[in-house]
């Protein structure tokens, strides 16, 4: 909700604080850079010190940084509260889904559980642009962290009253020189993405963000490995599915991402319509995700696995992007409404087979790395689809945003279609037999490196 809700005021923030484009995109951006680089730590503490716990304290934070959003007197501030918020919000997703990869252990329950838990996130978006369209038209754009509050308090209560705190049975050590590394890899990645247009791509700055960010990404798979338990283990990649789901969750959210940036800024400056009106016109999107998910549950829980969800999802992103490309300032009404349904279609089908993916044939022990690793996966693809969304309108954008928007964003269009492509490949390259297999032997390489047992798989 948070996140759709922000999405819809941005231009009011940009409006009331003269922030450029750029600073939309850190208004976004500086939430889920700091989610990304926290989610692993997260659920390697929660495994370790209890997940109830670090749950309710995620839940506290968050609270505290939507109450300081609300009173930030300043672009600067605002992006630097949204970052507290984050750090909240980083022991929210991948915690709750250790939750539940531990109370429902029978993989046909967990793959409702995980249904019911994304039709809960589509039900929030479906709820957020009206909710904050509401708010931004009576109460100013301050009035969508305020609804975090009392939304905080109630989970924070119900935490304690229904929630059963449980441990990994073995614990990790942290990785501090890991975590640092994925911090500045993610940080300069995206400052040289979004301010790349502002400075010149061919800019000193630049061009040292980027061989930063490469060189931070080298040392990190080069030092992992040496240690007994590191931020990230590396063996999880040799499972097929659980690359495949790494992947799909990054590209599937670079379009999620590039979509919701774009399109409230298209509803509300290019079109004209107020906050409220811009919030409907995305129901579709999401009642979509409300429908999808959990039908994407059930059918992973009958089906066996995640191959069809993950093939309707693909061919959903497709297909939006395409409608998507052929948007103008005075497209039909029922042209945009369809355009987010199909693509809400998409997205709706592929959460669930990427959580599924990522903690099914994983041992137990390591379920909150493992969601954690999915849910950094989901942020980082968010992050990246605002950046590059940002930066293709920004340089693209050459004259009145309503008469030049919709030729200066058809290219971040066509990366949402190559994102779908991606999907789909990988729907139909990980999820056979020899991806199975390929998730078995690094279950059991998982296990042989905890001293569990040998392996069994050759």
Known sequence: MDSTIVN???????RELHAPVSGLQWTIDAYLLVLASFLMLSGSVADKVGRRRVFQ?????????????????????????RALQAVGGSMLNPVAMSIITNVFTDPKERAQAIGVWGSVFGLSMALG?????????????????????PIGIAAIILTALRVPESRAERTRALDPAGQV??????????????????????SARILACFAVAAVSLAIFLAYEPRRAEPLIDLRFFRSLPFSGAAVTAVSAMIAQGGFMFLMTL????????????????????????VVCAPLAGRTI??????????????????AGGLLFTGLTGSSPVWYVLVSELVFGIGIGWVNAPITNSAVSGMPRSQAGVASGIASTS???????????MGSVLADNLHGPMVAAFASATRPGWWVVVACGVVVLALALATTGRAGRASAARAADLILAAEGDRVPAHA
Not at 301 to 318: C, D, E, Q
Not at 379 to 388: D, E, F, K, P, R
């Open 129 to 149: 642009p009206v909710i904050g369209g509401a708010l931004i038209d009576s109460a100013g754009w301050r009035g969508v962290f305020w609804v975090n509050v």
């Open 57 to 81: 304290i995620g839940l506290a934070v968050f609270t505290i940084g939507s109450l300081a959003c609300s009173l930030a007197p300043s672009l600067g501030w605002l992006v630097a509260f």
């Open 378 to 388: 989901r942020q980082v693809g968010q992050s990246l689809g605002v950046a590059i």
């Open 181 to 202: 590394l994925v911090i500045v890899l993610l940080a300069t990645l995206s400052y040289g993405i979004i301010e790349g247009p502002t400075y010149g791509w061919g």
């Open 8 to 14: 819809v005021a941005l231009p009011s923030i940009g």
């Open 266 to 289: 298209y509803l509300q400056e290019v079109r004209g319509y107020q906050a409220l009106d811009a919030g409907l016109f995305l129901l579709p999107m999401a009642l979509a995700l």
């Open 301 to 318: 829980g009958a089906r066996g696995g995640p191959r069809i969800p993950l093939i309707i999802a693909g061919t959903g992103v497709i």
